[in-house]
């Protein structure tokens, strides 16, 4: 994917220098190994500054709520169903964007690469399907389908679903991925099993709202944790409060999340935060047959109601 | 003060020794990292480790704390009086602080306890607190302590500071209180007298593997007013996704909130960490956000870390080099970055409006 940055520097330039855009979102080079930073530049002098490699895991789309210019953004696979569920809730409008199309080949996992060594990792530099991880004293070379992060290796939306332009040919989907099975693994846990194992998951959370934030779905002007009047949620590291927000937090999500794992990859603390939304999701494909961010003219299941849909639970 | 030499072998005895008259707290691997718990009977702290996840400031200073609690029931002659939590201040000791984290308290302090004000919860258990260092012979490169007025061997807000010196740990007691502990643990032997050479000697090799300096030495002739109205909040705060994150996991962040919170016809009024990341945290009963925005927040936290702070103490950044903020950033906002273009800011330089 190295190879995409100068056809991204390129139709950016071009965008800005045309005044089809005001302003270009995407990645600058980051000041840690497997970090890039979003960023935007406003004239196409700075088109050198974009970056784009296996380290763009930050869901674009999130950079764009409620935004009043021209924007031109580069969007991977799942940024791209996050822009378009992003235009069917008014989030943004269609025309205010120029949509940076990016065939994507999954970013890598830094938590997982970094739990790998003993000491610090300094220096990783991928080339073609090989990524070179170094330290003090050490090299290791990797393969890059081994390393991604756990949802870009289940990832069946590769090329954005919508685009204006095209930073390379677009890339061939995964096929007979079993997306769910860790989900199965879970749903035939016993109550008493489930209660731990969501215990334990989310045992180390600290409230930071990290994913909640990372999330472009989580856009309320107030948070259901932010309200205080009424407070609906109490702020200490009380367990019943914890639970309410990752409970909650994901239901909102429902049939909203693309599994970007923007959420998961924010979490200082390492939690799977997307346990709970890829039930979800599960859900929504099993029962409705829906994926989000896919089609860009049908409302979201829960948001319409169609005599077909599946009701048992009201009969 | 005195170096003790403390044999890898009576380590295990020795920690034994300090729990029973210390609650003693160490870094202990769980899933992905380390942090600090409190370390049962037998249990070892595991000094395998660069630095926690998240700072030890919870020690003294938990995210949640108790104050007061109270009775809303009527029938109860003492109901609506707010009663004092039971509090355990019994000697505690933190063995493996790092240094910088050594030194955070420090900081603190200059906010919990002043001449004005004085916080009885954090004083309290900071003073119960016994601080063992863990001098760090291998650095981060996120590691700044050197140019934020620590380092890697440095002594203040220790009592005893630890180094690994391969066959033997050298204990040296900096305080009464470090050496009170040594005696506790058993920890008697004093070391030959090339123990501190040895000292020094990693501690050179230490502070020359730190690649990473900030310059502060501006910071304190700039003007507040320039450097709020600089242009380059706008591209600091882009990336920002206003977790708490940053603040959460910095050892030298203070501030909490005040909550009641009641369940039937009791109820606990309680500190929680709060941060200055968050909308909700200058939110005013009108409905009027002073911090409205997410740049007015980003430009919140390093203005009062590396300009406030700087100002009102006289005495260094509110920051010790730590690094966690830029290692944890979701988004890879570096304070180093930040802190240097604060204090290379000329706003006569930048006095052409940026297209």
Known sequence: MLGYIDKIREISKRLLDEGRVDMVVGFRKGSMPMMNEPSFIKNSGEVSKLVWDSNCGINLANYLTDRKEKIGVIAKGCDSRNIVTHILENKIKRDQLVIIGVPCKGMIDRRLITAMFDTEVREVNEKGDTVTVKGAGFEKKLKKSDILQDNCSKCIHRNPVLYDELAAPLVEEQKDIDRYAEVRRIEAMSPQEKWQYFEDLIAPCIRCYACRNACPLCYCPTCFVDESRPQWVGKSQDETDIRTFHFLRAYHCAGRCTDCGACERACPVGIKVRQFTSKLNKDCLDMFGWEAGVLPDQRPPLDTFKPADPGDFIK | ?355
């Open chain 2, 1 to 355: 003060m005195k170096v003790m030499k403390i044999d890898k072998n009576d380590w295990a005895g020795g920690i034994g020794k300090i729990q029973s008259s210390y609650r003693l707290y160490g870094p202990v691997k769980g899933d992905a990292f380390h942090d600090f718990k409190a370390l049962e009977k037998g249990e070892l702290p595991d000094l395998n480790f660069l630095n926690t996840r998240i700072s030890p400031k919870s020690v003294v200073y938990p995210q949640s704390e108790i104050m007061f609690e109270y009775s809303l029931d009527e029938k109860n002659p003492d109901h609506h009086i707010m009663k004092d939590a039971a509090k355990d201040y019994s000697p505690k000791a933190i063995l493996g602080i790092r240094p910088c984290d050594a030194a955070s308290f420090l900081l603190v302090k200059r906010n919990f306890d002043t001449t004005e004000y004085k916080d009885p919860y954090w004083i309290r258990s900071y003073e119960a607190t016994t601080f063992i260092g863990y001098a760090c012979n291998n650095p981060c490169s996120t590691c700044f302590c050197t140019t934020a007025g620590s380092g890697p061997f440095n002594e203040d807000g220790l009592d005893i500071l630890l180094t690994d010196a391969g066959d033997c740990w050298y204990a040296k007691a900096i305080t009464e209180k470090g050496e009170k502990l040594l005696n506790a643990a058993g920890w008697n032997t004093i070391a030959a007298g090339g123990s501190l050479k040895k000292i020094a000697s990693l501690k050179k090799e230490a502070e020359a593997k730190i690649s990473s300096l900030v310059s502060t030495d501006q910071l304190n002739n700039k003007k507040t007013t320039e450097l709020y109205e600089a242009p380059f909040w706008e591209d600091v705060s882009f990336a920002c996704i206003n977790c708490g994150t940053c603040t959460f996991l910095c050892p030298t962040c203070w501030c909490f909130d005040i909550q009641d919170e009641n369940s039937g016809c009791s109820g606990v009024r309680m500190k929680n960490w709060d941060s200055c990341m968050f909308p909700l945290f200058t939110i005013h009963g009108t409905g009027h956000n002073p911090r409205g925005t997410k740049l007015h927040r980003v430009r919140q936290r390093f203005m009062h870390k590396l300009k406030y702070y700087v100002d009102k103490y006289e005495n260094g950044i509110q920051c010790v080099g730590c690094g966690r903020c830029i290692r944890s950033c979701p988004v890879n906002i570096d304070i180093r970055r930040v802190c240097d273009m604060m204090n290379s800011y000329d706003p006569e330089a930048c006095a052409c409006p940026v297209k």
